[in-house]
């Protein structure tokens, strides 16, 4: 069998609680110089500018979620934004990636991590392009008002939710183990 990638993994999980409120600074600040910190994560729920589950009294996030909070942050600490719009529009940048490789296979998995989100201005869509074929015509011409490297943010974060899970739950095996024993 052999074993999915990870923007496989994210769009087979996209809705699912996954991650508590300390798993998603955990995966937020992996390398980062700038960090996400508890208030900040706790305003945008509180604002509704995300809205995770809530589970037992906890706030449980999705991948979804997740790769939205982390790919507007980078936007709202790079660019000075509001984030309550950059948020929106991130979303909207996520599902329609997530879009055109689940049902219309426009991207290939492979393809991934070179899409870039293109908005041509504050009040635009956002249109995907490939950065390997199609990104310097887009500057060339002056019409990018903002573009996000989504792809290739996302193929990372996939990858590091994935091990999260599979480590949490590979320690969730040994501990049924040991009590077995």
């Known amino acids: 069998m052999t074993?999915?990638?990870?923007?496989?993994?994210?769009?087979?999980?996209?809705?699912?609680?996954?991650?508590?409120?300390?798993?998603?600074?955990?995966?937020?600040?992996?390398?980062?110089?700038?960090?996400?910190?508890?208030?900040?994560?706790?305003?945008?729920?509180?604002?509704?500018?995300?809205?995770?589950?809530?589970?037992?009294?906890?706030?449980r996030y999705s991948p979804l979620d997740v790769a939205n909070i982390i790919i507007a942050h980078h936007v709202v600490r790079e660019l000075r934004v509001d984030p309550a719009g950059t948020v929106r529009a991130i979303w909207y940048a996520l599902i329609i990636l997530?879009?055109?490789?689940?049902?219309?296979?426009?991207?290939?998995?492979?393809?991934?991590?070179?899409?870039?989100?293109?908005?041509?201005?504050?009040?635009?869509?956002?249109?995907?392009?490939?950065?390997?074929k199609s990104a310097l015509e887009i500057f060339d011409k002056g019409e990018a008002f903002m573009v996000v490297p989504i792809g290739r943010l996302l193929d990372e974060l996939a990858s590091r939710q994935r091990e999260m899970v599979e480590t949490r739950e590979s320690a969730a095996g040994k501990s049924k183990k040991d009590r077995a024993l």
């Open 3 to 59: 074993r999915q990638q990870p923007i496989e993994w994210f769009l087979g999980n996209t809705t699912e609680p996954l991650f508590s409120h300390a798993e998603v600074l955990e995966l937020a600040n992996y390398g980062l110089p700038w960090p996400l910190n508890h208030d900040t994560l706790q305003n945008w729920a509180n604002r509704k500018y995300v809205e995770p589950t809530i589970e037992r009294g906890k706030r």
């Open 98 to 132: 997530a879009d055109k490789l689940k049902h219309s296979k426009k991207i290939s998995f492979g393809e991934v991590k070179h899409q870039i989100a293109v908005y041509r201005n504050p009040t635009s869509e956002p249109s995907l392009y490939d950065a390997r």
